[in-house]
Nanobody, 125 residues
Framework: QVQLTESGGGLVQAGGSLKLSCAAS????????MGWFRQAPGKERELVAS????????AYAAFVEGRFTVSKDNAKNMVYLQMNSLQPEDTAVYYC??????????????????WGQGTQVTVSS
């Protein structure tokens, strides 16, 4: 059973940066794709970024526009999301998720099996 725990959220001013972390426990996840998603109030949850199990491949939502970077440390069972140039529209609860048995980049939300509890990111203008 995989458990995911996000951390690193908080309140930041527009133009600022945050780095989210996701710790995975219960299973070595070097073979599994990981994803970051977000859900703003009144909106559906959406993909932010995905990274392959090896960490060699990544994919980003169009709204990221080069501001975010996803990375993975398989030795530590950690995945990260570095977010720069944050804007108020980035305000949301951010979730990490794992797509078990899928080693490549996964952009389909329904393919993710296990989710963390989420961490709040609030960007003030």
């Amino acid at each position: 059973q995989v458990q995911l725990t996000e951390s690193g959220g908080g309140l930041v001013q527009a133009g600022g940066s945050l780095k989210l972390s996701c710790a995975a426990s219960g299973r070595a996840f070097s073979n599994y794709a990981m994803g970051w998603f977000r859900q703003a109030p009144g909106k559906e949850r959406e993909l932010v970024a995905s990274i392959a199990g090896s960490g060699a491949g990544t994919a980003y939502a169009a709204f990221v526009e080069g501001r975010f970077t996803v990375s993975k440390d398989n030795a530590k069972n950690m995945v990260y999301l570095q977010m720069n140039s944050l804007q108020p529209e980035d305000t949301a609860v951010y979730y990490c998720a794992v797509a078990l048995y899928r080693p490549g980049v996964v952009t389909i939300q329904s393919a993710y099996d296990t989710w963390g509890q989420g961490t709040q990111v609030t960007v003030s203008s």
